[in-house]
């Protein structure tokens, strides 16, 4: 299996525990907020729904372009509400596979990229560092959001394998 396959296995996973989790929030839970310095949960949706892709695209275009090409995926999430939710986290899925068509892995162990902090480390590098990571981190704070605003029917099985329970 190649790596770009890899990702985007690792990425559609992800995907799938962010939807499943989104099942679990409460009607009330959405405006739900740790502390005023905080996204509340719907900003976070909104924020998961652009964060890999934003990343992605960022990665592989030019390096002085990367603040428009935030700014213009994070247009598009201000626009996600409960009811899209799950279509904008498929539309990721779509423009993440668009974005990597055509990438080799040849061309994921030798294409050097700069990463938010600057360094420069290997494509294949970047995709698990940077929006693989992103949509991993962000999915465990929703998580958490859940459980802080009252779903305490979840657990461990519905954050590392969106399920209520083990199949089989």
């Given at each position: 299996?190649?790596?770009?396959?890899?990702?985007?296995?690792?990425?559609?996973?992800?995907?799938?525990?962010?939807?499943?989790?989104?099942?679990?929030?409460?009607?009330?839970?959405?405006?739900?907020?740790?502390?005023?310095?905080?996204?509340?949960?719907?900003?976070?949706?909104?924020?998961?729904?652009?964060?890999?892709?934003?990343?992605?695209?960022?990665?592989?275009?030019?390096?002085?372009?990367?603040?428009?090409?935030?700014?213009?995926?994070?247009?598009?999430?201000?626009?996600?509400?409960?009811?899209?939710?799950?279509?904008?986290?498929?539309?990721?899925?779509?423009?993440?596979?668009?974005?990597m068509e055509g990438l080799s892995d040849k061309d994921l162990k030798s294409r050097k990229v700069r990463v938010?902090?600057?360094?420069?480390?290997?494509?294949?590098?970047?995709?698990?560092?940077?929006?693989?990571?992103?949509?991993?981190?962000?999915?465990?704070?929703?998580?958490?959001?859940?459980?802080?605003?009252?779903?305490?029917?979840?657990?461990?099985?519905?954050?590392?394998?969106?399920?209520?329970?083990?199949?089989?």
């Open positions: 299996m190649s790596i770009r396959e890899q990702f985007l296995n690792a990425t559609e996973r992800q995907i799938h525990i962010i939807k499943h989790l989104f099942e679990k929030v409460p009607d009330d839970g959405l405006m739900y907020r740790p502390q005023a310095n905080m996204r509340n949960t719907l900003e976070l949706m909104r924020y998961l729904s652009i964060c890999a892709s934003s990343a992605l695209a960022a990665l592989l275009g030019d390096p002085e372009n990367s603040q428009e090409v935030y700014r213009s995926y994070s247009a598009k999430g201000k626009e996600v509400l409960p009811e899209n939710f799950n279509q904008a986290m498929d539309t990721q899925m779509e423009d993440i596979r668009a974005l938010i902090w600057g360094e420069k480390v290997p494509l294949g590098e970047a995709l698990f560092i940077g929006p693989l990571a992103y949509l991993s981190a962000y999915r465990m704070q929703f998580f958490l959001y859940n459980k802080m605003s009252g779903t305490s029917e979840i657990n461990t099985l519905n954050c590392w394998l969106g399920a209520d329970k083990m199949a089989g």
